[in-house]
T-cell receptor, first 109, second 116 residues
Framework: SYELTQPPSVSVSPGQTARITCFGD??????VYWYQQKSGRAPVLVIYEDNKRPSGIPERFSGSSSGTMATLTISGAQVDDEADYYC????????????FGGGTKVTVL | QVQLVQSGAEVKKPGASVKVSCKASGFTFTRYGISWVRQAPGQGLQWVGWISAYNGNTLYAQKLQGRVTMTTDRSTSTAHMELRSLKSDDTAIYYCARRGEHIDYWGQGTLVSVYS
């Protein structure tokens, strides 16, 4: 079955750039979505269709995709960005069932 | 504004069934689907399944196929997820979420605890 692989953790200093990767080897490559989940809260959509930002999401969040890798970039990370981040996509070989990556804990300190 | 309000926490014994509800407001219910996602304690997100509020079509995670049933009540804009033959590793927060082109708005989550 289709799997999405993320690093377990990423650390970044305030004001620096954090990059979170999501590896998935489906072909053709479906869109990737990114969700932010703060402790004890429901997830929030921060990027959709690889690189689109929903209204209300700060511009410092951006997404990109190339080959088998999707990347969420937080430019000028803030302490408030500390959270778990999950990539999500669909398994084309399984009727487009949803698949989440394992999640990446982003620490800003 | 878009809101998804879920039913309260449940405590069940192994082998029992649980039904979680998700009441939608602030959008035209039948133009969207509802996805269900769960999160075991300290773990990541796991996709459970999806139902179209337009025609009732469903798609379930393969590992839960046969134990899960999703339904909608268009008269009350409410989605339901029933999970049967509960096991201890079904203990999780269950989220409903609106799905149009993608999953965007989420409910607050419902904790389902399974223990003897």
């Amino acid at each position: 079955s289709y799997e999405l692989t993320q690093p377990p953790s990423v650390s970044v200093s305030p004001g620096q750039t954090a990059r979170i990767t999501c590896f998935g080897d489906a072909s053709p490559k479906p869109y990737v979505y990114w969700y932010q989940q703060k402790s004890g809260r429901a997830p929030v959509l921060v990027i959709y269709e690889d690189n689109k930002r929903p209204s209300g999401i700060p511009e410092r969040f951006s997404g990109s995709s190339s080959g088998t890798m999707a990347t969420l970039t937080i430019s000028g990370a803030q302490v408030d960005d500390e959270a778990d981040y999950y990539c999500y996509s669909t398994d084309i070989s399984a009727d487009h069932r949803g698949v989440f990556g394992g999640g990446t804990k982003v620490t800003v300190l | 504004q878009v809101q998804l309000v879920q039913s309260g926490a449940e405590v069940k014994k192994p082998g029992a069934s649980v039904k979680v509800s998700c009441k939608a407001s602030g959008f035209t219910f039948t133009r969207y689907g509802i996805s269900w996602v769960r999160q075991a304690p300290g773990q990541g997100l796991q996709w459970v399944g999806w139902i179209s509020a337009y025609n009732g079509n469903t798609l379930y995670a393969q590992k839960l196929q046969g134990r899960v049933t999703m339904t909608t009540d268009r008269s009350t804009s409410t989605a339901h997820m029933e999970l049967r033959s509960l096991k201890s590793d079904d203990t999780a927060i269950y989220y409903c979420a609106r799905r149009g082109e993608h999953i965007d708005y989420w409910g607050q989550g419902t904790l389902v605890s399974v223990y003897s």
